[in-house]
């Protein structure tokens, strides 16, 4: 089992610019969750995918989208990018029909630096 | 979004017992304490939840007060591979969203 994969691993992007991340979730899980975490700080949450429709949604503005995909990988997009957008970002995937509490697994994370 | 509060930094001797308090006074009936731990470089990953009751895994056990607004992280023996920031979650019943406080970084001396 390859876990939660994330990809890419490093990514450097100009202020103003785009950016796309992707996440595979572990085998038999059907959400993904997204986080956001700054240096020396803990991860904040993005929000979460479920049945391809975002479930759940923390406080990020609307440059944050994201996609759930059938096999049940994610993308999530920023726009518009800027300084503070630089941090870790984390997927985690979890099995909502599992039942409650649900364990999350989170990839390696990907480091974006915009410039 | 549900609270929790922990020190910010504790150090422990390499084989010794690690004690990691948590206070989470807004806790309801429903809700559940999870802890996750975060080592260097790496993604968060799960160690324990609980309810009502203490709990045991092979990684801690997790002392749950009796009002249940505080618990008790314990790594029986701790080794260099423990030293992490481990995160308190209060996570409000059927809910799935995981939110972080600042946690608590764990040195272990050899």
């Known amino acids: 089992d390859a876990g939660v994969t994330q990809s890419p691993t490093h990514l450097i992007k100009t202020r103003g610019q785009q950016v796309t991340l992707r996440c595979s979730p572990k085998s038999g899980h059907d959400t993904v969750s997204w986080y956001q975490q700054a240096l020396g700080q803990g991860p904040q949450f993005i929000f979460q995918y479920y049945e391809e429709e975002e479930r759940q949604r923390g406080n990020f503005p609307d440059r944050f989208s994201g996609h759930q995909f059938p096999n049940y990988s994610s993308e999530l997009n920023v726009n518009a990018l800027l300084l503070g957008d630089s941090a870790l970002y984390l997927c985690a995937s979890s099995r909502l029909t599992g039942g409650f509490p649900y364990e999350q697994y989170f990839g390696p994370g990907t480091r974006l630096t915009v410039t | 979004d549900a609270k929790t509060t922990q020190p910010n930094s504790m150090e422990s001797n390499e084989e010794e017992p690690v004690h990691l308090p948590c206070n989470h006074s807004?806790?309801?009936?429903?809700?559940?304490i999870h802890w996750y731990r975060q080592l260097p470089s790496q993604g968060p990953e799960y160690v324990i939840h609980?309810?009502?009751s203490n709990v045991n895994n092979r990684m801690a056990s997790l002392a749950i007060a009796e009002d249940r607004k505080s618990s008790t992280l314990i790594l029986h023996r701790a080794t260099l591979r423990d030293a992490a920031v481990y995160y308190c979650?209060?996570?409000?019943?059927?809910?799935?969203?995981?939110?972080f406080g600042g946690g608590t970084r764990v040195l272990v001396k050899p």
């Open positions: 979650i209060h996570i409000i019943a059927a809910g799935n969203k995981l939110t």
């Open positions: 807004t806790i309801s009936g429903t809700d559940y």
């Open positions: 609980g309810l009502t």
